[in-house]
C-alpha cells in the first residue's frame, strides 16, 4: 500500500521536469550550444579564452553590442524590425564627438543631448510606423541609409578626438576598489568586484525565489523545483566564477556596471 501510493507522488514530478525540459528545449539548447562553443575555443587556444584579461577584453568589446540588442529586443518582441540601429547608433556617437571635441560640451550634457536626440529619431521612425501603418522594413531601410549619411556629413569623413578622459573611462575604465585588495589562495582580488558578484547572485537568487512564488500564490504553473533550484545554482556558479576572474586583473568595467544595470531595468 505505501509503495502504490508513494509511486504515483513519484511520477508527476518526473513527468514534470521532463515537459518543462521539452516546452524549453529551444532555450536550453541554445546554453549548451554556447558552452560548448566555448570549451572548444578554450583548449583549440590552449586555455587563451578564460584568461582574465581577454575575458575582460570581450567584455570592453561587446558590451555595446548587448546594450543596442535591448532595445532591438521591444522592436522585434512587437513584430517589427529596425533597420536603422546602426547607422543612427553611428549618426549619434558622431554627434557626440563633435559635441565634446569641436564644441568643448561637458561630457554628460553631451550625453544626455544624445540620448535625447536618438530618442526623437526613434520616436520620428516610430511615427510613420505606428500612425501610418508604412512597413518598418521600408522606414528604417530609409533611415539607415539617411544617418549614415548624415554621419560622414556631420563628421566631414574625418575622425574626431581624443574624448575627454572622464568621457573614455566609461567604456574602457574600471570602478574604483573601495574596500581594498584581497589575497585568497595565492591570487590579488578586487574585493569591491568580488563583493557586488556576490550580492548579485544573493539578488538573483532572492528575486528568482520570490518570483517563483508568486506565480504559485496566483496559480499560474512554476517549472517543477529541482530544475529551478538546479538552473538557478548553475547560473550562481558560472556568475561567481566569471566574478572571480574578473576581480583577478582590474575588477569590473564600468561598461559592464551600466550594461547590467540596464539589463536590470529591462
Avoid at 513527468?15 to 583548449?43: E, H, K, P
Avoid at 556596471?257 to 540596464?262: E, G, Y
Wanted: proline residues 5%; contains cysteine.
Amino acid at each position: 500500500m505505501t509503495t502504490e501510493t508513494a509511486t504515483p507522488a513519484a511520477q508527476p514530478e518526473k513527468t514534470s521536469i521532463q515537459s518543462a525540459l521539452q516546452a524549453n528545449l529551444r532555450d536550453y539548447g541554445l546554453l549548451l550550444a554556447l558552452i560548448l562553443i566555448m570549451v572548444f575555443f578554450q583548449i583549440t587556444t590552449n586555455g587563451t579564452l578564460f584568461k582574465p584579461v581577454n575575458l575582460t577584453n570581450l567584455v570592453l568589446q561587446n558590451s555595446y553590442i548587448i546594450i543596442m540588442a535591448l532595445g532591438m529586443l521591444l522592436v522585434i518582441v512587437a513584430g517589427h524590425i529596425d533597420l536603422s540601429v546602426g547607422s543612427v547608433s553611428g549618426f549619434i556617437g558622431a554627434l557626440a564627438a563633435v559635441l565634446m571635441v569641436q564644441y568643448k560640451v561637458p561630457p554628460i550634457p553631451a550625453g544626455l543631448l544624445c540620448l535625447v536626440a536618438g530618442g526623437i529619431i526613434g520616436a520620428a521612425q516610430g511615427y510613420w510606423i505606428a500612425y501610418h501603418k508604412i512597413p518598418s522594413f521600408i522606414v528604417t531601410l530609409a533611415g539607415m541609409l539617411v544617418f549614415k549619411g548624415l554621419s560622414l556629413a556631420l563628421l566631414g569623413g574625418a575622425s574626431v578626438g581624443p574624448f575627454p578622459t572622464e568621457f573614455q573611462l566609461l567604456s574602457a575604465g574600471f570602478i574604483p576598489d573601495v574596500i581594498g585588495p584581497t589575497t585568497l589562495f595565492g591570487v590579488t582580488l578586487h574585493t569591491t568586484t568580488m563583493v557586488i558578484g556576490i550580492a548579485g547572485v544573493v539578488a538573483m537568487l532572492y528575486f528568482g525565489i520570490r518570483s517563483r512564488a508568486n506565480r504559485e500564490r496566483h496559480g499560474y504553473e512554476a517549472e517543477p523545483f529541482p530544475l529551478f533550484v538546479t538552473k538557478n545554482l548553475i547560473i550562481g556558479a558560472l556568475v561567481l566564477v566569471l566574478t572571480w576572474l574578473l576581480a583577478s586583473y582590474k575588477g569590473l568595467p564600468n561598461v559592464l556596471v551600466v550594461m547590467s544595470i540596464l539589463i536590470a531595468l529591462f
